[in-house]
């Protein structure tokens, strides 16, 4: 049975980077997989960084998370859509996976690295996140995992775990496949500073009044070379162009190419088209991110007949893996 499964982190309202580099992927794989496409709001990981979660908004930005993916086109009758802390298995899983998986193999992750960093008092949840990641999938036995490119590392433990488990208890999971989106494998922040990451505060929100998006791409860095609006600017090192090729037409994308080539666009006025492209891409998506909070009732119905979806599948692959370990039955 073959089956999709992702997850997203209710740490933020989620980018432009998550938009572009995973949900929209969630949206095409649902079509085709339909229930077997299971997605989930990961609030098990959004407190593996204790110093960034905030008990207080946690529970309001998981629904949030849901009611953005539903408006970017998710439908939760026809995919499995839940929340991963609503299927204890997860975490049932995760830890008979700590258990099999050595901690030098953890430690050398890279996002653990870049994390870990920012503590004197390194949290062991943070460590062990991608044992709990390997369990979201494998708990499913997905095999396809639509993600960013930074999750590539994490999906290839994951698929360490697999082999591990398989050689120690008997086959049981097969080895899930990341899926991307190539013109989106890593969409840069808006500080020009690396991967936008809701973490990092460098943002765009797809669900952020358009008037705030515009103060952000005023301010956002273009070619350092192009210091007058007379000089030429390269295109290929700018983030704003980077941005045009997710939300412009082709026509808009060879125009922009070409008129900064040879100064005949300013930046400002390049920013403005983008602008233009991101108002068509996202107002309708607003519009019905809008409607869904006007109805919270369908939302939280939504995520409870998820979990029933997801405990259905969960609950009969943990047998298996209880009984492969050796866990007494009474
Ligand atoms: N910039 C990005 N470009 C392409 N894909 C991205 N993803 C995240 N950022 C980009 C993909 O989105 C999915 C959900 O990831 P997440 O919730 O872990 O994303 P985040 O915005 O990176 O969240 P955080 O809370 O700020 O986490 P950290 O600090 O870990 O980055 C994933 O498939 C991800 O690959």
């Avoid at 086959?171 to 013109?183: H, L, M, R, W």
């Avoid at 009044?209 to 515009?214: C, H």
């Avoid at 390269?234 to 922009?256: A, E, G, R, W």
Wanted: aromatic share 8%.
């Amino acid at each position: 049975m073959s089956r999709v499964f992702s997850g997203i982190q209710p740490t933020g309202d989620p980018h432009i980077g998550n938009y572009f580099g995973a949900m929209r992927n969630y949206v095409t794989l649902g079509e085709q997989y339909g229930k077997n496409s299971i997605y989930c709001v990961v609030d098990l990981h959004a407190i593996t960084n204790p110093a960034a979660s905030d008990p207080a908004a946690l529970a309001q930005q998981t629904l949030d998370m849901a009611v953005a993916n539903f408006a970017a086109g998710l439908d939760p009758s026809k995919v499995t859509f839940f929340l991963q802390s609503q299927v204890p298995e997860h975490q049932e899983l995760a830890w008979i996976f700590t258990c099999i998986t050595p901690v030098g193999e953890l430690e050398r992750m890279t996002q653990y690295k870049d994390k870990s960093a920012q503590f004197e008092s390194v949290p062991a949840g943070l460590l062990m996140y991608p044992a709990l990641m390997a369990a979201d999938i494998l708990l499913y036995k997905a095999d396809t995992v639509p993600v960013g490119e930074d999750q590539t590392q994490h999906i290839e433990l994951t698929r360490e775990i697999a082999r591990k488990f398989n050689h120690h208890f008997g086959q049981t999971f097969d080895e899930p496949k990341a899926v991307y989106n190539k013109d989106a494998l890593r969409i840069p922040g808006v500080d020009g500073q690396g991967k936008m990451s809701k973490s990092k505060g460098n943002t765009i929100g797809i669900l952020e009044p358009l008037d705030d998006i515009w103060q952000k791409l005023r301010a956002a860095p273009t070619d350092p070379a192009r210091v007058r609006r007379t000089d030429p600017g390269n295109p290929h090192v700018c983030l704003i162009f980077d941005y045009h090729k997710l939300f412009s037409d082709l026509d808009t994308i060879q125009m922009v190419d070409r008129e900064c080539r040879t100064a005949g666009i300013g930046c400002v006025d390049c920013k403005k088209k983008l602008l233009e492209g991101m108002t068509a891409h996202l107002t309708p998506i607003q519009q019905r991110a809008e409607e869904l909070r006007a109805d919270p009732d369908y939302v939280r119905d939504a995520l409870r007949q998820g979990t029933k979806e997801a405990r259905a599948i969960a609950g009969s692959v943990m047998e298996e893996v209880r009984e492969k370990v050796g866990f007494l039955k009474l």
